[in-house]
């Protein structure tokens, strides 16, 4: 299998790795009726290339609106998020068109939610190749399950798989694509700690062997230990930015 990414930078050099995704000064304000909800409150982020990003935080502290508008989901209020693409050319998301959006979501960034969102209909090489057959220069079908482990269940539908198996047939389809970045909304979210643990070692292998830069979000503290990065929101801010001197295993999670 040939990957497009290079071999992911060490834990002493991430920090000093080009920037591919950042944010300042995001803000995210809903309007209902007279009330306004300021769901993100002057946020500035850096995203590395091969990093392993933890944004951890309670429902409501504003880290799913964060990942939504760093993948193109969603637009800020006010403040300003730049992509830096393969070829070093810096790309304004701020003030980029749906059309621009789309392209962006399409070519550069896939997306693990806590619901696989697999269609029951087809096998799980059919579901991947869903994404493979748009994309620009995508993986087979079959090597993007091998790298997730899934190589002997591939033509088994979504019902003849466990939840465990069925997220990383998600994982998957995401990095068929070969994304430059993955972001992931509480990836374990409706799964048991073994099975979550299982589903974390396939992204941080797919982190570590594909240079894939990566956003996890959680709710789940012990989680920031496998980051590079840890980031703690709360009311829609970030309060603490930690960065980790090495991943722990992710045996060691706790739930």
């Known amino acids: 299998m040939v990957l497009s990414h290079p071999q992911p930078l060490t834990r002493d050099t991430v920090a000093e790795s080009p920037v591919v995704l950042r944010a300042r000064g995001l803000s995210k304000v809903y309007s209902m009726g007279e009330v306004s909800v300021h769901a993100l409150k002057d946020v500035d982020l850096a995203l590395h290339q091969g990093e392993l990003l933890v944004l951890l935080g309670a429902s409501g502290s504003g880290k799913s609106t964060l990942l939504n508008i760093l993948g193109g989901l969603d637009v800020a209020t006010s403040g300003g998020l730049w992509f830096t693409g393969p070829g070093g050319e810096e790309h304004d998301l701020s003030h980029a068109n749906q059309a621009e959006l789309t392209m962006y979501r399409r070519e550069h960034v896939g997306f693990v939610f806590q619901f696989y969102n697999l269609i029951p209909s087809l096998t799980a090489r059919e579901n991947v190749a869903l994404v493979t057959d748009i994309a620009r220069s995508p993986m087979r079908p079959e090597d993007a399950l091998e790298l997730v482990g899934l190589g002997p269940r591939m033509d088994h539908f979504p019902a003849q798989l466990s939840g465990g198996e069925q997220q990383r047939v998600a994982i998957a389809r995401a990095i068929a694509k070969r994304p430059h970045i993955l972001l ?11 099975t979550g643990r299982l589903v974390l070692s396939v992204l941080e292998r ?12 959680t709710h789940n503290a012990a989680i920031g230990s496998m980051g590079d990065t840890v980031v703690h929101m709360s009311s829609g801010e970030i309060v603490t930015r930690e960065h980790n001197a090495q991943r722990a295993n992710v045996e060691a999670v706790q739930w």
């Open 184 to 194: 992931c909304d509480e990836p374990t979210g409706a799964l048991d700690a073994a």
């Open 206 to 217: 797919v982190n570590r062997e594909t240079g894939t830069s990566m956003a996890i979000i």
